[in-house]
């Protein structure tokens, strides 16, 4: 009788240990939750103080929310695994079927998985933002949208391109931090070049106290030089520093200024031109060439 006695009171004894044991691992599963949460918030804060720019605590708090939800998976299923052992359920063909499942879905999902990573190092990288104007996987334009599984770009035609981020490769940004735009300028072989440079300085500071234009450009415009000897003209180079996406704006104005300044200064901007041959007969003589005016052709029709 007092074995049978001891026996059940060690049997309680278990039961109450095991009990405790479960309490115990809901209970630090939970403050294991509520520790992520204020970790993950609190890092999202903390980097949020860096910058006062919106998009950057757009992304910011994305990335917060990645990491949150990470953690909290990782804690669920430790706590999952530790409470099926307790109970005293064999977990060995759970983590088997599991791993397989797994492994089917990643098969199947192996390109949505891609797609993920590839966006969140894009946005923890700072590659690009909304309002950007960039060139991504043979496709440009502004960038509308990004998060952590598709990069949405308009083009300048209005048409909308979306870019997987797991495609990404190669990503060019023309508005990061500023913005560049490049000019060759041709003028005739018989032009004075330091003239010409002359010219593109003196647009280039009108241009900056223009109220319409001086708070796009950044800095003075830097003439290059001589670039290159072409076929029917020299090439000048130079470049100017503005806001981004102000390049293009500042750019057309600057082209418009310096075609109407060449035509007053009676400087050449080289075009083709086409030198007809009309070939030699035996005779060594030439055919001759008949030339229409205009006015005649009309009269005489068709």
């Not at 708090?61 to 990491?67: E, H, Q, S, W």
């Not at 032009?191 to 002359?198: C, L, N, P, T």
Request: glycine letters at 8%; charged letters at 30%; aromatic letters at 6%.
């Amino acid at each position: 009788m007092d074995i049978h006695r001891l026996l059940d009171e060690l049997l309680s004894l278990s039961m109450l240990k095991g009990i405790l044991r479960i309490a115990v691992i809901v209970i630090l599963t939970w403050v294991a939750l509520r520790l992520a949460k204020r970790a993950s918030a609190g890092l999202t804060r903390l980097i949020m103080r860096q910058k006062e720019d919106e998009e950057f605590q757009k992304r910011t708090r994305t990335l917060g929310n990645v990491i949150r939800y990470a953690l909290i998976f990782i804690i669920l299923a430790i706590s999952g695994i530790t409470l099926l052992r307790e109970l005293g359920i064999d977990i060995g063909p759970i983590l088997a079927t599991a791993g397989i499942g797994g492994l089917a879905i990643g098969f199947g999902a192996q390109s949505l998985v891609k797609d993920v990573i590839g966006g969140f190092f894009i946005l923890l990288e700072d590659q690009v933002r909304v309002g950007d104007v960039v060139e991504i996987g043979g496709k440009g334009g502004v960038v509308e949208k990004i998060n952590l599984k598709t990069t949405v770009l308009r083009d300048l035609a209005g048409n909308v391109h979306y870019v997987p981020n797991g495609q990404i490769s190669v990503v060019t940004n023309m508005t990061k931090e500023y913005s560049r735009y490049v000019f060759d300028i041709g003028v005739a072989y018989r032009e004075d070049v330091d003239e010409v440079m002359r010219i593109i300085e003196e647009i280039d500071e009108e241009m900056r106290r223009d109220p319409g234009f001086k708070d796009d450009i950044i800095e003075p415009i830097e003439v290059l030089g001589l670039d290159q000897f072409a076929d029917s003209a020299v090439i000048i180079k130079a470049r100017t520093t503005t806001l981004p996406i102000k390049q293009w704006r500042v750019a057309r104005e600057f082209n418009r200024r310096i075609k109407k300044r060449f035509d007053e200064r009676n400087i050449e901007i080289p075009f083709p031109h086409v030198t007809l041959y009309m070939g030699e007969g035996k005779d060594g003589k030439a055919p001759p060439v008949r030339i229409v005016k205009e006015d005649s052709a009309r009269r005489e029709g068709p």
